[in-house]
Structures are given as C-alpha cells and as structure tokens.
C-alpha cells in the first residue's frame, strides 16, 4: 500500500480546492504523508505575469504562509504534509529561480517541463493538431533534450511525467532512443526520483507517465520511482495507486 502522495494542486495554482481540503482528503484516503505542490512558473520574457494555472509570483510567500497554517491544522503523529512547488524548468533562469526558492520553507521542488520555446506541451490539443509531422517529431525531441538539462542541474528532488508530450497522442515516428537515453541516464546522476505519475492514465493517451517501456528502462538503470497521483481534486488524492503497483510488480 502506497502512503505517501507528495504531487497535488490546490486553487494556488490550477487545483479545485484549497490545501486544507486537499490534505484532509488525504488523511481520509488513509495515506500518511501529503505533499502539496502548486505550479510556480517564472518566465523568462520580460512581460506582466499572466498565467492563470500558477502561483503569483507576488503571492509566493503568502502561499507558503498558508501551507504552514494548514501543516499546523492537519499533522498527527500519523500524518505528516510537506510542502513542495512544482517548478518549470527554463535553461534561462533556473538559478535565479531556485535561489528565490530557497528563502521560503521548501520541502522539495518537482522539476517540470510544460513550455517549450513557446510551445504548450499539455495545455490543449490545438496546438498539436496545428503541426505536421516533422514539427511533432522535433517538439520531442526538444523535450527529451530539456529534460536531460533539467536533470543535470541536479535542483529537483522529483522528475514530474517524464514523456508529457503523449497527453493527448500526439506521438513520434522517428528513433528517439539516443535522446531518451541521455535523459534516463540524467535523472539517474541527479539522484532524483523519476515519478510514476498515475494522472496520465486518465489522460487521452491512457497510460501513466512514463509509459511501461520507459518505466522499464527507469528501472534497469536503478532510477528510484516514486508513484505520484498529480492530484487537482481530493478525490484524485490516490487515484489508480494500485494500478501503479501492479504495472511495478509486473515489470520487476
């Protein structure tokens, strides 16, 4: 049984509910220890802040503020709840941005990949059906690449869904396996865990991230895999946990 569920959302960043509903639930689900980790986007181009899904950059510290007022509300001798952010990753800014981090009380980062150069990996279908085939081919690639630069900072504590770009089955036709190599081995140097994120399987590409045959090699190269629910709903606090165990039986 997994007890732990450290990726979530609340109404901080694009979650339904705020975090003392969010940790309740999960003390409820019976788990021991929550994380709440709200999407906190620093752009690097130098316009106002406008993207409704993350935390205000000038509301930064009262988010934290109010992770700590809920900690003190819902921790037990049995449940604990951490406090994270779920962090994209520029090459531009990243040390600026996880210098900023560290005068907050920081549990753990999650390094995430939702934007490429423009590009909104997962936000909608419409920019994807708005490709031909070798632009879909080269939107992946670029991600493997941004991942693996992810990885070598060695910031994160968490990788967060390691082939997002599938979310709505848009998939490559060209061998990535160079690319996808480089960035397992990455993630493996970095001594982060790679999550198993159990959200994608309700996702139109029906299957976790990473998929069975990544999680595979994740494992082979002794990636430490961490099951996450990437929950925006109390229901969701653990959803298809089971499902994910089953899959790692299934491939140790």
Partial sequence: MITTSLHNHSTWSDGTVDIATMANAAKAAGLKTFGISDHWVMLTENRPFDIGWSIHPERLERYFEECLEVK??????????????????????????IAHLANYPLDYAIGAIHNLDGFPVDSSPKPWQALDQDAINDIWRKYYRRLKALAETKAFSIIAHFDLP???????????????????????????QLELNTAGWSKPCAEPYPSPSLLKRALALDIPILITADAHAPQHVNRDFDKAIELLNSLA
């Fill in 166 to 192: 599938k979310k709505f089955g848009f998939r490559p036709t060209i061998d990535l396996d160079s690319e996808i190599t480089a960035a397992l081995q990455a993630v493996r140097d970095s001594g982060a």
């Fill in 72 to 97: 003190k509300q819902v921790e037990t001798e049995d449940f604990t709840m951490r406090i994270g952010v779920e962090v994209d990753f520029f090459p531009e800014n990243w040390q600026k941005n």
